[in-house]
């Protein structure tokens, strides 16, 4: 029988949490808590469709918060969804979001720095 790779500490930390905030979700659907913290752990295990929903999830409960809305824009360039994540830039800028140098070497955002208009965009913002 062969071996079975060590899984690592960390690994089945993160696990763990994904199996507790997925049941705190199954009892309360609207917890930005655990919705924020499942969002972030699907992206970092390259599940980007569901880390999506659930932003989409917390922008609806959080419409005004630029953290939120950036994070959104992530997972819509992750998906490559180029205009969506363009446009949920622009409202993140707009409420506020303004770590330009963060965002300029943020791996989520390859893609949409890929596109004409995200120039544009932050070009306009430090305007």
Known sequence: MP???MRSLDDISEDFQIFVHQEV???????EEALSYLAHAY???GRFEEGLDLDRRLA???PD???VRYNLTCSLSLTFRA?????????AIRL???DFEHMEKDPDL???RKQPEYREILKSASS
Request: with cysteine; aromatic share 6%; proline share 9%.
């Open 3 to 5: 071996d079975k790779p």
């Open 25 to 31: 979700l199954g009892c309360s659907p609207d917890d």
């Open 43 to 45: 992206t970092r295990q």
């Open 60 to 62: 609806a409960l959080r």
């Open 65 to 67: 918060d630029p953290l």
């Open 83 to 91: 205009d969506d994540a363009l446009e949920q830039l622009r409202e």
């Open 96 to 98: 506020g979001y303004d």
């Open 110 to 112: 390859v893609f949409l």
